[in-house]
């Protein structure tokens, strides 16, 4: 079960539970049948986002393949890279060889 389907739960046994009335001679208690959809449902999301951050994206080592960059995380998963360009002073010729 999906964090959506917990929600989707959670959200029926809400409504079963705090907004739907019944007759005193019915067989099924319709307060009962929503308590217990919240609670299932919130079991669910529980054991969901649980599982996500044991299983979850990452966990089997997909990111850490190596990339068109060489060995490490691929674009988007790695560290930023500061690159500072320093301007020479005023009247010194740029570094690097002269102009053909």
Request: charged content about 15%.
């Amino acid at each position: 079960m999906g964090i959506p389907v917990s929600l989707i739960l959670i959200a029926v046994g809400a409504i079963l539970a705090f907004a739907v009335n019944q007759d005193s001679g019915a067989t099924v208690d319709v307060d009962v049948v929503g308590w217990i959809l919240m609670l299932v449902g919130l079991a669910g999301l529980l054991i969901s986002l649980f599982w996500w951050e044991r299983f979850g994206p990452g966990y089997w080592g997909w990111h850490r393949e190596a990339g068109p960059y060489g060995p490490g995380p691929r674009p988007g998963y790695g560290r930023r890279r500061r690159v500072v360009e320093e301007e020479a002073p005023p009247g010194e010729p740029p570094p690097g060889p002269p102009p053909p």
